[in-house]
């Protein structure tokens, strides 16, 4: 068996200590460090955390030597167990890395744990050091003896994170199986006991939805939350997940449960039901290409629309068909993806296949032109499940609902390609959804969400353009005054010749130092002058005369057709037709 023993070395240095013991190394014995962490599409390169690497076979030293950035090679002589000592700096407060200061512990296993060439395969044991006073540890790796962990191989060992310290706990059952909840550095005003019965309508909710009155595939899963001041997103596991919210988002004590959800909760509660989501779609029903994972390199997929798409579709159906939101919430929630891709002129660039696999080297590394270039797969694959679910009703011949679990079904909860989607869509539909996926997924013309939303009771109408929208640029008003972050392809910034980084002073002679102030200014019908600044110097700029569409509204039409209204309550009910 593989062994780790994590000991925290300094907390205020933010420092671990590890010692990897090998039984019978190899003679010549390799190890290196993930380079990724699975769920995360981007080579984060972990290796530059670990520091002060060390051999020892009984009472020698033996020397090391690194053959490339993350990986090493230790000669050993006879087969007495090998030990590796080194040091790993933990300061990341991130879902996807390490962490160690006074207040907290959190690590993933691809920033801690060599991985021993050769024997991946073998169990892997993980034990824990003393700790300090008051602190508990979270995972839902099974426990054995003393502070030890065990995994039956090292990608399980890795598809643990811990979290460590003075946390809330809470814990509820879900689909007949044991849940936790801990969450670090919440006020005292949190309402744990809301975020709990909230959580287990979601995770009850989904069970369902995969396996109907059977049980899930795993025996204990676990919610890390780290509250933080500013910050959310989240990192999906076989059996927990890890997940950063503001601290201001969670639920508080004597808030009226009985009002609408406040939008930061609704946010959070969102992100619970989109990594839980992740347990069935991504972590089990996984592309073909993960079906291993290479840690060494980038391991494209073209499937992420449909991965990381179809799960950010789902997240925030759950909360409505849960009743956690309203209508109106969620279509203001749906109207908000709609519009953030229609903000994007990647749109009509690359196709959501094509952004799925330069994930590794676009979305996660965005700059100014990223919205010119790409789309989002999250987003973007969002509206291609949406077009589908709604195609499918409409056609009254299935849901989408049913398509995911003939998947779930036909893959036995495994790899799956793209002629598999299509194949159950056909399965479902009744007819082949070839031109579909064509044009939706591998095309990049406009989806036809429109049509598909008014026929489910819904209308589509256009709010008033806001000043980022009317100068076609991505507008920040922190300090420093009106700043540019991005400028959007053929749009009447563009044709200014206004560019990132530019502030933005005044427009038709006023003043501009807010997003708000853009009410100042009439519509953008003719030429107006623009003075902007860059790099100290000021820039007497004309705009060009210009009509945008102001960002898409959805609300229920009271007065569709009674067909129209059962397939709107369907759809948000979760029931076929």
């Given at each position: ?12 240095a ?38 002060q ?20 090679e ?160 989240g ?56 079906e ?100 499918l ?11 995911m ?46 049509k ?6 819904l ?28 400028v ?14 530019d ?32 790099d ?35 759809w ?6």
């Open positions: 068996m593989v062994r780790y023993r994590i000991e925290i070395a300094d907390l205020h933010h420092l671990y200590q590890v010692t990897l013991t090998i039984p019978q190394p190899d003679a010549l014995q390799r190890v290196s460090l993930p380079v990724w962490i699975p769920g995360s599409y981007l080579v984060r390169e972990f290796a530059r955390h670990l520091s690497l060390t051999a020892r076979q009984g009472t020698r030293e033996l020397p090391v030597q690194a053959l490339d950035k993350a990986t090493w230790v000669a050993c002589s006879g087969r007495g167990a090998l030990e590796l000592s080194y040091r790993v700096y933990a300061f990341d407060n991130s879902v996807r890395a390490a962490w160690l200061d006074a207040q907290r512990g959190f690590f993933n296993g691809t920033s801690m744990c060599l991985r021993v060439h050769g024997r991946e395969d073998q169990p892997h044991q993980l034990t824990l050091g003393k700790l300090p006073r008051g602190w508990e540890v979270a995972t839902a790796m099974p426990a054995g003896a003393s502070r030890g962990y065990l995994a039956a191989n090292y990608d399980e060992l890795i598809d643990h994170p811990f979290e460590l310290g003075p946390f809330w706990r809470g814990r509820f059952k879900a689909g007949g199986v044991a849940h936790e909840f801990v969450v670090a550095g919440a006020a005292a005003s949190f309402d744990g006991e809301r975020l709990l019965a909230d959580a287990r309508r979601i995770c009850e909710a989904q069970i369902a939805f995969w396996h109907g009155k059977q049980k899930p595939p795993f025996k204990h899963y676990v919610f890390m939350l780290n509250a933080v001041e500013d910050g959310h997103g990192l999906e596991h076989r059996a927990s997940t890890a997940l950063i919210a503001k601290r201001r988002d969670l639920p508080r004590l004597g808030q009226d449960k009985t009002a609408p959800a406040p939008e930061g909760y609704v946010s959070l509660l969102g992100l619970i039901s989109h990594e839980y989501f992740h347990t069935w779609n991504v972590k089990r029903l996984r592309p073909s290409e993960f291993t994972y290479d840690l060494t390199r980038e391991n494209p997929t073209r499937l992420l629309w449909f991965f990381e798409g179809f799960t950010s579709y789902y997240d925030d159906l759950f909360l409505v068909r849960q009743r956690l939101i309203d209508t109106p919430q969620y279509l203001r929630l749906l109207a908000a993806t709609v519009n953030q891709v229609g903000a994007t002129p990647g749109r009509q660039v690359s196709s959501v296949a094509q952004a799925s696999f330069d994930a590794w080297i676009k979305y996660y590394r965005p700059d100014e032109n990223t919205a010119n270039a790409t789309v989002s797969y999250y987003t973007k694959g969002a509206l291609v499940a949406l077009a589908l679910d709604l195609t009703r409409s056609e009254g011949r299935g849901t989408l609902d049913a398509v679990r003939r998947l779930w079904t036909l893959s036995r909860g495994g790899p799956i390609t793209e002629g598999d989607i299509a194949a159950a869509l056909q399965e479902v539909g009744g007819r082949s959804f070839a031109p579909e996926l064509a044009a939706w997924v591998h095309g990049t013309g406009e989806l036809p969400l429109a598909l939303l008014e026929a489910v009771g209308r589509w109408t256009h709010e008033t353009a806001t000043l980022g929208l009317r100068l076609g640029a991505r507008l920040n008003d922190g300090t420093g005054g009106l700043r540019v972050q991005a959007m392809r053929g749009s009447a910034a563009e044709r200014a010749g206004l560019a990132a980084g502030e933005v002073l005044a427009l038709d002679g006023w003043r501009l130092r807010r997003l708000d102030d853009g009410a100042l200014v009439g519509a953008l019908d003719r030429e107006l002058p623009l003075l902007a600044a860059r100290q110097r000021l820039l007497h700029l004309t705009l060009p005369a210009s009509k945008v569409a102001g960002p898409v509204a959805l609300s229920q039409d009271g007065t569709a057709a009674a067909p129209l209204l059962r397939r709107r309550a369907a948000l009910s979760g029931d076929g037709e």
